[in-house]
């Protein structure tokens, strides 16, 4: 099973204010 | 570590994951970079629904302390919305959890703090500068702690 990782970021903050759910914002440089 | 499991769980159900690649995401990842100021990878910021940083992890972490990690910076999530009793049970699982990994000092000290913040009764952080006294002697969570013995 996967992280449901997004990369829309702008969107995923907007969800997260709505939603009222914290975010994990992943900078990677693994390979995708 | 992504691939372990119970890393993903835990991230899959208290958060909504956002991923900017440094190479891949070449535009984004600047942009994001310069906001949340997080020029190095691997970098795992956890912000609350208003989009605050409420924890920082940089660097690669085995499993077990990168879900130690995870669980301190929910539990700080609690804490920052001021959910002192949700907040001192998340730290104490970590400690229970977790005791050999970084966050298990970190996290001991703010479980002694949320029902101080909660009730003004500094029982809770005498309680903990004795704790101190018996485990992580050399954290500087310990050094911390001492002025409340």
């Not at chain 2, 539990?75 to 949700?86: D, I, M, R, S």
């Not at chain 2, 704790?131 to 050094?143: G, L, P, V």
């Amino acid at each position: 099973m996967p992280i449901n990782f997004r990369h829309d970021v702008d969107q995923v903050l907007e969800d997260a204010k709505a939603q009222r759910k914290p975010v994990l914002l992943d900078f990677s440089a693994a390979p995708m | 570590m992504w691939p372990d499991e119970r890393v993903v769980r835990f991230v899959n159900e208290s958060f909504l994951p956002a991923r900017v690649h440094v190479k891949d995401d070449g535009q984004a990842f600047q942009r994001f970079s310069e906001r949340f100021r997080a020029p190095w990878t691997p970098t795992i910021l956890l912000l609350d629904p208003d989009g605050v940083e409420q924890h920082r992890i940089e660097g690669f972490l085995p499993a077990d302390d990168l879900l130690a990690q995870l669980m301190l910076g929910r539990a700080k999530l609690a804490f920052g919305q001021q959910q002192w009793a949700e907040a001192e049970r998340r730290f104490r699982e970590i400690v229970e959890q977790f005791p050999q990994t970084d966050a298990a000092p970190e996290a001991l000290y703010w479980a002694g703090v949320a029902p101080y913040k909660a009730t003004g009764n500094p029982a809770s952080l005498k309680a903990t500068g004795r704790a101190f006294a018996e485990r992580y002697q050399d954290s500087t969570w310990a050094k911390k702690a001492s002025v409340w013995r």
